[in-house]
């Protein structure tokens, strides 16, 4: 049955999104906030705001039973978890289930099974998802040369017993891999007392990619593309794109084809993105991991597709099918988003909440801003500090990427420090503008020349 | 305004200074009395606090009306919630005494009283979602 009442268990540029794309849909929203959300735009913009608990997430955005309790006693019969906080732990949809809320996302078995890394890849390696090449267990050195020279160099040793780094061993070449056994090996017994090592392909420039996906639950499933967000710092985005201009077509219709084969095998429900690492130099593609949640990064997607994924995920909710066929989704042109973050990146990317006293965005043709911000607004420090995300949409990727720079210059916010300089740096950088990066470039090439900048 | 006179952080570095007192000391408790404030620091297996002991007393002997004269505390809400009930108004409470209940999906929590007095008014309707903060109920304090 069609959702009459939508709880939004998220907070800002997100929960903003969701009310709006409710509200589109002629449902009710009722959002909640913590007592330091009080007067966000949100709460301002939904029909009701429900506080929660204190500022503190633990107490509020991470407590399942005050959200579901909240949600139910509010009259609503759908909840959107939006992204973080609760939004991939099974524990919410089974709250929902008991109290008979549709949950926007999949089935709470299906967010287990894809929460277990071993679960998920041995669902992908049975749906014929292409894994990282490895071995299983090397006994030896001489093992470790054979397996070498079978997975292809540089390959990485590691200890089976291991985790953060400890036991872990690069070898270029079949001297290396031996040598790197007896070490990884003995890393691996001080470490953990027990030296088993398997092994893997290192790709030491690779990129990320992931597919955007959206299921009806019932085995049929759509794909709205892949995006690049190659542009991490520690494991963080900050700049997406779709599509990955770096791949052949022949390629992208083999990953779009994985994601949608894997997705299908477990009845995938709602929105969904499959990750995958890609290496460049290869041309191929392995799995990571599928987050089981609308990501950040979902509006690229929008972009190119103009197709709104948000209310899809909320009409899917609410029992209806997918709302297109797959030869309905065109994509066209470029599109790219920058995440802005209130931090001052000359100090370390130090998180500088505070209250904004200007905040003038730009505007104009394929200009697309994803905020909760606005002069006044204030910026907590008790969660992350994304003030918005700016996405530009052109013919190409030139295009896309000049468009980007000129909305940057026209963006004017004060009152707190932004990552708006070191988006406009990176995307004017030679290595951006050729496409020539990986998931490490920004760490490895980029910020080490624009802290010397900065000083 | 210089911090150092703000009679707030004042007082809260007297009390340090009295909590400093008697961890150095061999002392079990200190009872303070002095012109406008009354202040008990027990260690653990002190003794019992004497301003406790008054004042359930003095609350039960007073007639409601006598008590309506001191200052009122807003009973809040811990979280977001469902007030099942709340004691009826008119109703002498002492200091930790049950005086609603409040409910989280099937679960039911005490709320007590954070002191002693009557209750004289309430905020909330029982079977009402209630924020987190919001006031379910006053208490006046015994005078």
Same mark, same amino acid.
């Given at each position: 049955?069609?959702?009459?009442?939508?709880?939004?268990?998220?907070?800002?540029?997100?929960?903003?999104?969701?009310?709006?794309?409710? %509200?589109?849909?002629?449902?009710?929203?009722?959002?909640?906030?913590?007592?330091?959300?009080?007067?966000?735009?949100?709460?301002?913009?939904?029909?009701?705001?429900?506080?929660?608990?204190?500022?503190?997430?633990?107490?509020?955005?991470?407590?399942?039973?005050?959200?579901?309790?909240?949600?139910?006693?509010?009259?609503?019969?759908?909840?959107?978890?939006?992204?973080?906080?609760?939004?991939?732990?099974?524990?919410?949809?089974?709250?929902?289930?008991?109290?008979?809320?549709?949950?926007?996302?999949?089935?709470?078995?299906?967010?287990?099974?894809?929460?277990?890394?071993?679960?998920?890849?041995?669902?992908?390696?049975?749906?014929?998802?292409?894994?990282?090449?490895?071995?299983?267990?090397?006994?030896?050195?001489?093992?470790?040369?054979?397996?070498?020279?079978?997975?292809?160099?540089?390959?990485?040793?590691?200890?089976?017993?291991?985790?953060?780094?400890?036991?872990?061993?690069?070898?270029?070449?079949?001297?290396?891999?031996?040598? &790197?056994?007896?070490?990884?090996?003995?890393?691996?017994?001080?470490?953990?007392?027990?030296?088993?090592?398997?092994?893997?392909?290192?790709?030491?420039?690779?990129?990320?990619?992931?597919? %955007?996906?959206?299921?009806?639950?019932?085995?049929?499933?759509?794909?709205?593309?892949?995006?690049?967000?190659?542009?991490?710092?520690?494991?963080?985005?900050?700049?997406?794109?779709?599509?990955?201009?770096?791949?052949?077509?022949?390629?992208?219709?083999?990953?779009? =084809?994985?994601? !949608?084969?894997?997705?299908?095998?477990?009845?995938?429900?709602?929105?969904?993105?499959?990750?995958?690492?890609?290496?460049?130099?290869? =041309?191929?593609?392995?799995?990571?991991?599928?987050?089981?949640?609308? =990501?950040?990064?979902?509006?690229?997607?929008?972009?190119?597709?103009?197709?709104?994924?948000?209310?899809?995920?909320?009409?899917?909710?609410?029992?209806?099918?997918?709302?297109?066929?797959?030869?309905?989704?065109?994509?066209?042109?470029?599109?790219?988003?920058?995440?802005?973050?209130?931090?001052?990146?000359?100090?370390?990317?130090?998180?500088?909440?505070?209250? !904004?006293?200007?905040?003038?965005?730009?505007? &104009?043709?394929?200009?697309?801003?994803?905020?909760?911000?606005?002069?006044?607004?204030?910026?907590?420090?008790?969660?992350?500090?994304?003030?918005?995300?700016?996405?530009?949409?052109?013919?190409?990727?030139?295009?896309?990427?000049?468009?980007?720079?000129?909305?940057?210059?026209?963006?004017?916010?004060?009152?707190?420090?932004?990552?708006?300089?070191?988006?406009?740096?990176?995307?004017?950088?030679?290595?951006?503008?050729?496409?020539?990066?990986?998931?490490?470039?920004?760490?490895?090439?980029?910020?080490?020349?624009?802290?010397?900048?900065?000083? | 305004?210089?911090?150092?006179?703000?009679?707030?952080?004042?007082?809260?570095?007297?009390?340090?200074?009295?909590?400093?007192?008697?961890?150095?000391?061999?002392?079990?408790?200190?009872?303070?009395?002095?012109?406008?404030?009354?202040?008990?620091?027990?260690?653990?297996?002190?003794?019992?606090?004497?301003?406790?002991?008054?004042?359930?007393?003095?609350? $039960?002997? $007073?007639?409601?009306?006598?008590? $309506?004269?001191?200052?009122?505390?807003?009973?809040?809400?811990?979280?977001?919630?469902?007030?099942?009930? $709340?004691?009826?108004?008119?109703?002498?409470?002492?200091?930790?005494?049950?005086?609603?209940?409040?409910?989280?999906?099937?679960?039911?929590?005490?709320?007590?009283?954070?002191?002693?007095?009557?209750?004289?008014?309430?905020?909330?309707?029982?079977?009402?979602?209630?924020?987190?903060?919001?006031?379910?109920?006053?208490?006046?304090?015994?005078?």
């Amino acid at each position: 049955m069609a959702i009459k009442r939508l709880f939004i268990a998220n907070r800002g540029e997100i929960a903003l999104r969701i009310v709006r794309a409710a %509200q589109a849909l002629n449902i009710e929203t009722v959002v909640a906030v913590s007592d330091a959300d009080r007067d966000t735009a949100a709460a301002r913009q939904a029909d009701r705001a429900v506080v929660l608990g204190p500022a503190a997430a633990a107490k509020s955005y991470l407590d399942p039973r005050l959200i579901v309790h909240a949600a139910k006693e509010s009259g609503c019969d759908g909840l959107h978890p939006g992204y973080g906080f609760l939004s991939e732990r099974a524990i919410l949809p089974r709250l929902c289930a008991e109290h008979g809320i549709a949950f926007v996302g999949p089935e709470p078995d299906v967010i287990d099974t894809l929460g277990d890394k071993l679960r998920a890849r041995a669902m992908a390696r049975a749906a014929g998802v292409p894994l990282v090449p490895g071995s299983d267990c090397v006994a030896s050195a001489a093992d470790a040369r054979r397996e070498g020279d079978r997975i292809g160099y540089p390959v990485l040793l590691k200890a089976s017993a291991g985790g953060g780094g400890r036991g872990m061993v690069i070898a270029n070449n079949g001297d290396e891999a031996e040598a &790197g056994f007896h070490r990884a090996s003995a890393e691996a017994v001080a470490a953990f007392g027990d030296g088993t090592l398997f092994m893997e392909r290192f790709v030491p420039e690779a990129r990320h990619v992931e597919v %955007q996906l959206m299921g009806d639950g019932k085995g049929q499933v759509l794909h709205f593309g892949e995006r690049d967000c190659s542009v991490q710092r520690r494991y963080q985005k900050l700049i997406e794109e779709a599509p990955c201009a770096a791949m052949s077509d022949d390629l992208r219709a083999q990953l779009h =084809q994985s994601a !949608v084969a894997l997705a299908a095998s477990v009845n995938y429900r709602n929105a969904g993105t499959a990750e995958f690492l890609f290496d460049v130099q290869r =041309q191929e593609f392995y799995f990571i991991e599928v987050n089981a949640r609308i =990501q950040v990064e979902h509006p690229v997607s929008e972009m190119i597709s103009g197709f709104d994924l948000v209310q899809e995920q909320i009409r899917i909710a609410g029992g209806a099918g997918l709302s297109v066929a797959q030869q309905d989704v065109v994509l066209s042109g470029h599109a790219i988003e920058c995440r802005i973050n209130a931090e001052d990146a000359s100090r370390d990317f130090l998180p500088s909440p505070g209250r !904004v006293t200007r905040w003038e965005p730009p505007q &104009g043709e394929g200009i697309r801003l994803d905020s909760h911000m606005s002069a006044g607004a204030m910026i907590p420090p008790f969660y992350d500090s994304m003030v918005g995300k700016l996405i530009v949409h052109a013919a190409t990727r030139a295009d896309a990427i000049a468009r980007l720079s000129a909305a940057i210059d026209d963006f004017v916010v004060e009152g707190v420090p932004t990552t708006l300089d070191l988006h406009r740096a990176i995307i004017a950088h030679p290595d951006f503008v050729a496409n020539r990066i990986h998931t490490r470039w920004l760490e490895q090439v980029f910020l080490p020349g624009f802290g010397k900048k900065a000083a | 305004m210089s911090l150092e006179k703000d009679p707030a952080i004042q007082a809260i570095t007297d009390v340090r200074a009295l909590l400093d007192t008697l961890l150095s000391s061999g002392w079990q408790e200190l009872h303070v009395v002095s012109d406008d404030t009354e202040i008990f620091l027990a260690r653990k297996g002190g003794g019992p606090n004497p301003m406790r002991a008054i004042a359930p007393a003095s609350a $039960a002997a $007073a007639p409601a009306a006598l008590a $309506a004269a001191g200052p009122e505390t807003a009973v809040k809400a811990p979280h977001v919630a469902t007030l099942v009930d $709340a004691l009826p108004v008119g109703t002498v409470v002492t200091a930790g005494q049950k005086v609603a209940t409040v409910r989280v999906l099937d679960e039911s929590e005490t709320i007590e009283a954070p002191i002693s007095g009557t209750i004289i008014r309430h905020d909330a309707a029982a079977g009402e979602l209630v924020d987190y903060g919001a006031t379910l109920l006053n208490i006046q304090a015994a005078a």
